[in-house]
């Protein structure tokens, strides 16, 4: 007795109907899993986040006072004793002697002179210069000598003062 072989799509169609279905089934259950862990993850972590959120709000909203630059002054620096406020003279107008003159009178005053010598170019005002952070002996300097006119160091290193802290250019006025 001979057999014969069933039909090859016969042997197929089971296998391929369990294996739609088995997949169908997988897929339902995926997202099943997906909805409930939205569910019992998401809530808890947007709650969360909402938490985290209103905190920095709250901390952006209420800042902490802060101090101004303004508001903190530095701690004021002694005003150096004329005997320790060296000064340079320079002569600005032309006219022979007339830094040594000047030189002779702020050693009258107690001001220790570094040198005495010719501006580089004439200066039709007379001017005490100081270097930074000297200032209040500059306007000391020039009340004790009569001049008006104070400024900061302008057109001359403070490496050429030779450690000057203040420097008198003569002017034709």
Known sequence: ????????????????????VTGAVAV?????????????????????????????????AKPHPVRRAAAVKPKPRKLLPRVRTTVMVLN???RAG??????????????????????????????????????????????DLGLSYVAPLDGMRVTALHGAKALIVLGTD
């Open 1 to 20: 007795m001979e057999q014969t072989a069933p039909h090859s799509e016969a042997l197929v169609e089971p296998w391929r109907r369990a294996t739609l």
């Open 28 to 60: 339902v259950e995926l997202v099943l899993l997906v909805v409930a862990g939205l569910f019992l993850f998401a809530r808890p972590l947007a709650h969360e986040a909402r938490t985290q959120a209103v905190v920095r709000h709250t901390a952006v």
């Open 98 to 143: 007339a830094a040594a003159e000047e030189a002779a009178l702020a050693k009258t005053r107690g001001y220790p002179v570094a040198s005495v010598g010719n501006a580089p170019r004439g200066s039709a005002r007379t001017v005490v210069m100081y270097r930074p952070g000297y200032a209040p002996e500059a306007r000391r300097l020039a009340h």
């Open 92 to 94: 600005g107008n032309g």
